[in-house]
């Protein structure tokens, strides 16, 4: 029984007794007996009601209280009309909408972290009170070739990984670089965090392999670059000059022209293929920054044109020059350029079969200067054109 329910007994117990008295008392008189049994009545009534308005704010904090604990905070308290229930349900209301909104932002701020761990590229192991893994993130499944299904719960000691030792030595604060899986390499840092007023640790592991590997690719890209630029220019002034020797052949004894033309052929032959090597490489990487120089295009165009006089003439194709105005000094990477016009200049050597001709054009449109090479050969097939 309740404290209001005792009081309501005793209040009625109190006025049963009175009523009794009056009875004995007022009996010959029932004009006073009527009087008194009503007031008794009233008085019964009225502090029945007081003992109820006493007890509705001690209602509604009990109310409150199971509304907490069964992590309600969306209901809350009408205003009564009375002056000092309705403070205290004034208090409980803002306190309620507190509650609610710190717990939306604590579940906005979980989804959060949980959606940058599922997406960092680093690892991240935490742990529970006692030193036991509580979660792994999908990026420490895959760097450490574990399943989370088979390591929550467990300790470091007892997971069976030669790198689990490295991460069980790792003290708050410490960083250190472990090996895992053959050559990759990870670097480890220990760390705390607070949850419920109590630390709890964590690990992050971050990638180092793809870091190192970067920077090797990165200074192999250069090294080839320089390796290719040198070796296609060497290669191709060098083609240039053994198919002009071949032209010398007849003029050797007869008996001294197969050996010699073989010997070319085996050069060449050669070199091709070393300027193949090389340029398998070279195209897979960009091509280094232009060294930019004041450099006429009209000479870059003629030096490749002479470079390559030998399978101009073996094809009887015609160089027909359209300079509709010199273009003067250009700043440009000559070596770069020089590549270019070898290339679109051989380009067009090869499409043309026989008796062909190629236009060197170069002019100002909107002030815009250009250079055009121009041949009529058989294009690209429509089988290829896609």
Same mark, same amino acid.
């Given at each position: 029984?309740n404290?209001r329910?005792?009081?309501i ?30 007031f ?8 029945i ?15 409150g ?12 308290f ?7 229930i ?41 742990? *529970?009170?006692? #030193?036991?893994?509580?979660s792994? &993130? ?7 070739? %574990? +399943?989370? $299904? ?31 899986n ?7 840092w ?12 964590f ?26 630029h040198?070796?296609?220019n060497?290669i ?19 008996? *001294?022209?197969? #050996?010699?033309e073989?010997?070319? &052929? ?7 293929? %070393? +300027?193949? $090597? ?9 091509l280094?920054?232009p ?9 870059l165009?003629?030096n ?7 399978q101009i003439?073996?094809?009887n ?28 200049i ?40 896609e």
């Open positions: 029984m404290l329910s005792k009081l007994l005793y209040f009625a117990i109190i006025h049963l007794i009175f009523a009794v008295i009056s009875y004995f008392l007022f009996s010959e008189n029932p004009y006073w007996l009527f009087a008194i049994e009503v008794f009545l009233i008085s019964l009534g009225t502090g009601t007081l003992i109820r308005s006493i007890f509705k704010p001690f209602q509604m904090i009990d109310a209280t199971e509304l907490i604990k069964e992590r309600d905070f969306t209901s809350k009408r205003i009564s009309g009375s002056e000092g309705d403070r205290l349900v004034d208090t409980y209301n803002q306190m309620i909408d507190q509650l609610r909104e710190e717990r939306l932002k604590l579940q906005e701020k979980n989804y959060f972290i949980e959606k940058v761990l599922d997406a960092s590229p680093s690892a991240v192991i935490t742990f *529970d009170f006692d #030193d036991r893994i509580h792994i &993130n999908p990026a420490g499944e895959k760097i450490l070739d %574990l +399943n989370q $299904f088979e390591i929550i719960g467990k300790k470091l000691s007892e997971i069976d990984r030669q790198y689990a030792r490295g991460l069980e030595s790792l003290e708050i604060g410490d960083s250190k670089v472990i090996q895992v053959g050559n990759r390499k990870l670097k480890c220990k760390a705390e965090f607070l949850d419920k007023g109590f630390k709890r640790s690990i992050l592991l971050e990638e180092l392999t793809e870091e190192l590997r970067q920077t090797e690719k990165n200074a192999y890209e250069k090294l080839i670059r320089i390796m290719a040198e070796v296609n060497s191709g002034a060098a083609n240039s000059l053994l198919h002009s020797c071949m032209n010398y052949k007849n003029q050797l004894r007869e008996e *001294d022209r197969g #050996d010699f073989r010997a070319l &052929n085996v050069v060449i032959s050669r070199t091709d293929h %070393l +300027n193949n $090597f090389m340029k398998s490489f070279a195209d897979v990487i960009r280094p920054n060294d930019r120089t004041p450099a006429d295009v009209y000479e165009l003629d490749t044109v002479q470079l390559m006089r030998t003439k073996e094809k194709i015609t160089i027909d020059w359209d300079i509709s105005m010199k273009l003067g000094l250009i700043n440009l990477d000559k070596s770069q350029m020089e590549q270019v016009f070898v290339n679109l051989k380009n067009s050597v090869e499409a043309i079969k026989k008796d062909g001709k190629i236009t060197l054009r170069t002019g100002i449109i909107n002030n815009i200067r250009f250079a055009e090479i121009e041949d009529n050969g058989t294009g690209i097939p429509p089988e290829v054109m």
